[in-house]
């Protein structure tokens, strides 16, 4: 009896040993093949090429006889709506699979994150759909953006007050 028991284990445990090693192979075949160095290269140079956007927007608003604060407000302004627009489109999508990393540039990757949350949740309504579900991406950038402001202060204020800092 004890026999059978064991031998009923270690068949057991071959068959794991087998479902794993075909579970394995399933995955291997599955994953995407990718190429670390060309999505780096995508990455970079789409990042780049958003980043060169903003400046030429600054450039154009102060061309514009706008001082140069308002000229890099106005840039935000700018790549916010093009990031949006583009979300809309289903564009800014196409180009993240593509560039990766290099779309996550922080303002409009922040814009693509939230409209892309306002239009999945918008057949809820105004209320239920955009105005809460805008907010789950929204809501933990703003609270650890002035949760991390806040800490930095008071380590900055700290080191002041202590004379460690002028």
Same mark, same amino acid.
């Given at each position: 009896?004890?026999?059978?028991?064991?031998?009923?284990?270690?068949?057991?445990?071959?068959?794991?040993?087998?479902?794993?090693?075909?579970?394995?192979?399933?995955?291997?075949?599955?994953?995407?093949?990718?190429?670390?160095?060309?999505?780096?290269?995508?990455?970079?140079?789409?990042?780049?090429?958003?980043?060169?956007?903003?400046?030429?927007?600054?450039?154009?608003?102060?061309?514009?006889?706008?001082?140069?604060?308002?000229?890099?407000?106005?840039?935000?302004? *700018? !790549?916010? $709506?093009?990031?949006? #627009? =583009?979300?809309?489109? %289903?564009?800014?999508?196409?180009?993240?699979?593509?560039?990766?990393?290099?779309?996550?540039?922080?303002?409009?990757?922040f814009a693509n994150s939230v409209s892309s949350s306002a239009i999945e949740y918008k057949k809820e309504g105004q209320v239920f759909g955009i105005g809460c579900q805008i907010f789950k991406v929204a809501g933990?950038?703003?609270?650890?953006?002035?949760?991390?402001?806040? *800490? !930095?202060? $008071?380590?900055?204020? #700290? =080191?002041?007050?202590? %004379?460690?800092?002028?």
């Open positions: 009896m004890k026999q059978e028991v064991n031998a009923a284990k270690v068949l057991g445990e071959q068959n794991s040993l087998k479902q794993k090693k075909l579970y394995g192979e399933y995955v291997k075949q599955k994953t995407p093949k990718c190429s670390w160095l060309l999505n780096m290269i995508n990455a970079f140079w789409v990042g780049g090429l958003i980043c060169v956007l903003g400046q030429i927007s600054t450039n154009i608003w102060i061309g514009l006889n706008i001082s140069e604060e308002d000229a890099k407000l106005c840039t935000v302004v *700018v !790549l916010v $709506l093009l990031s949006v #627009i =583009l979300t809309g489109l %289903g564009w800014y999508s196409t180009i993240a699979k593509f560039a990766g990393a290099g779309t996550v540039v922080p303002i409009t990757g933990p950038v703003i609270l650890y953006g002035i949760f991390s402001s806040w *800490v !930095l202060g $008071l380590i900055y204020w #700290i =080191l002041k007050t202590v %004379g460690f800092i002028g």
